[in-house]
Structure formats: structure tokens, C-alpha cells
């Protein structure tokens, strides 16, 4: 039986490849997340029918967009991802915007993760993009925020699985991206942490992409990441 924690990133330029690895890993995951790349794909059905395929076919759907607009667009966009049956749906963590999204999404099963700072971000990135705090210090103040404000999960580094547990307690679901089995190439990640280690932090779910869709055999590798995880 798969582990729910473990959600796939399907990284991946086009849905046909997307269904491809969904086929070889077969029952070894039961969670998706589909970002900007897979939905914005320029096929017919794109990354969005997927979606709803997948659902269809009893998994679970992570979408990873990110909203930010103002609250009345963000807002029904919430709407309309909880009407698809989605899990988990990103929302940056800008407080009138995750207070709209917590509204919309009243009466639904979808999550509402708020996003701290981007796990490709470090403090020379921050400071480069106009923000006088340090990377640490704006998740921990953005998680406050999150947490208070009543949205369903927190997404951020493993890094900073710990700091964030203290502040949102246990009550709040905590999804790391950025994991990397033990002697995996970190790629464009800066902040990033083992299966086994993020669990023990404080996450609850953790998002892997390359080293399983990107592997010679995605089963096997899934596989591998779920029986590091399974005695955490």
C-alpha cells in the first residue's frame, strides 16, 4: 500500500509523459502534484485534465499553482480547484490573500497550503528581491500568519520543518518540497533535505520529483523513498 505522505512532482513537459511515469509507478504512489509546466501544457488536455482524471481514478491531486491576485479572483479561483475534488492547493502567503482563499474554500476537503519562501531561495535571493529579513525569519513570521489566519498547511524547506512546528504546532499540515534521497544531485534546490530527516522535523508530506520521475525505473525509486520513510 502506498504511503500518503510521499506525493510525486510531476515535473514534466507534457501530460503524454506525465501518464507514462504515472503508468510504471503503478500502485507505489497515490499522491500528485501537478505544477505550472504540466498544467500550462500545450496539449489539448492539459495538466488541469489530468487532474481530474486522476481524481477519477481515486488518487489524490496536490495542485501547485500559487495564487496571488487580488481577493475576489483568488478567491474564486479557490472555488473553482475545490469543485474539482483537489487535496491541496498552493496559495503564497500573503495575508489577504490566504484570507480570502480560507473563505472560499470554507465547506470543501481542499487544504490551503500557504507558501513561505520559495525552496530555490536563499538570503542573497531575498535581499536581491527588495526584503530586509532573512529567509528563516520571513517563514517563520509568513507561517505565523498562515496559522492564525486558519489556512490548512504550511509549504516549506525541511530546513525549516522545526522552527515552523514550535510556531503552527501539530495541528497544521507541514509539505517540503525540495527532498533528495541521500547522494542525489540537489539540482536547482538550495534547501534541501533527506526523506527520513524532513519526517523527523516536524513534516508531514513530502514532495519529490526528479530523483523519482527523472529515474530510469520510477517505481523502483519510489519505492526506495517510501521504505526510507516508512519507520518515521
Do not use: C, W
Request: glycine letters at 8%.
Amino acid at each position: 500500500m502506498s504511503d500518503p505522505r510521499l506525493i510525486v512532482g510531476l515535473d514534466l513537459p507534457s501530460v503524454q509523459r506525465a501518464r507514462e511515469v504515472i503508468n510504471e509507478i503503478g500502485d507505489a504512489v497515490s499522491f500528485y502534484k501537478i505544477g505550472h509546466q504540466l498544467a500550462f501544457a500545450p496539449e489539448r488536455e492539459n495538466g488541469l485534465h489530468l487532474a481530474r482524471q486522476l481524481i477519477d481514478e481515486g488518487k489524490q491531486v496536490f495542485l501547485d499553482l500559487k495564487l496571488l491576485d487580488i481577493d475576489n479572483t483568488v478567491a474564486n479561483g479557490v472555488k473553482s480547484v475545490a469543485a474539482m475534488g483537489v487535496t491541496m492547493l498552493t496559495i503564497h502567503a500573503y495575508p489577504n490573500a490566504m484570507r480570502a482563499a480560507v473563505e472560499a474554500a470554507k465547506g470543501s476537503d481542499l487544504t490551503l497550503l500557504g507558501v513561505t519562501v520559495l525552496t530555490s531561495m536563499d538570503d542573497a535571493d531575498l535581499e536581491e528581491a527588495g526584503y530586509a529579513m532573512k529567509a528563516a525569519d520571513l517563514v517563520h513570521l509568513r507561517a505565523k500568519q498562515a496559522s492564525e489566519i486558519g489556512m490548512g498547511g504550511i509549504v516549506a524547506s525541511a530546513l525549516e520543518a522545526s522552527a515552523i512546528r514550535s510556531v503552527v504546532g501539530d495541528d497544521l499540515d507541514l509539505v517540503t518540497p525540495g527532498i533528495r534521497p541521500t547522494g542525489a544531485d540537489h539540482g536547482d534546490q538550495k534547501r534541501v533535505m533527506t526523506p527520513s530527516d524532513a519526517l523527523q522535523a516536524g513534516a508531514s508530506h513530502l514532495v519529490v520529483a526528479r530523483p523519482i520521475v527523472a529515474a530510469s525505473n520510477p517505481r523502483e525509486a519510489a519505492l526506495v523513498i517510501a521504505q526510507e520513510m516508512v519507520n518515521v
